[in-house]
């Protein structure tokens, strides 16, 4: 089976879809396997002039469904994960509630993963998704998902959820580095 190639003039809209994996179960995230910045899906589209315009996809997918971005409102993930495009999980809010949840859940581009999101790596993994695609929806670097699925550190993964960044300065230590140990 040759992967298949969007024909030529393919709307927006179809291209748009054809750059997500829904998952089974609807309260999954939906990975996007097109382009991403920091985590954060981004997908061009098409102008009447031929021209591109760059959009976060997940931006993106909720004007799709919901019309227009009320101005000064940011759409906003309820899962956590920057890179899902499950429409479902997409809300709107100011970008004060945005900085203050990031803040609150410590959010960046995390170098971690915490057990939630390592069962989801293993769900997709298990569903056929690339690293890289996992990485994406889990906002995580591409070597953290491939230590995970070699089996390295899946103790020190859960170990850094265990313990909290107050009492255990090693909670910050990213997976890379304790990869390395033999
Ligand atoms: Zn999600």
Redesign the pocket.
Known sequence: MGRSLMPKGASNEDRFWSHIIKASDPED??SWRGGNLKGYGIFHVRQEDGSYKTYRAHRYLFELINGPIPNGLEVL?R?D?PG?C?PR?LVLGTHFENMKDAAMKGRSYRKWLDDESVRRAKKYRAAGFSQTAIANVLGVRSSTISNLIRGKSHKEIRHTNTTTPENDKSANHPVESLACAP
Request: proline residues 0%; charged residues 0%; contains cysteine.
């Open positions: 995230c939906w993930h899962c994960v899902c499950n999980h």
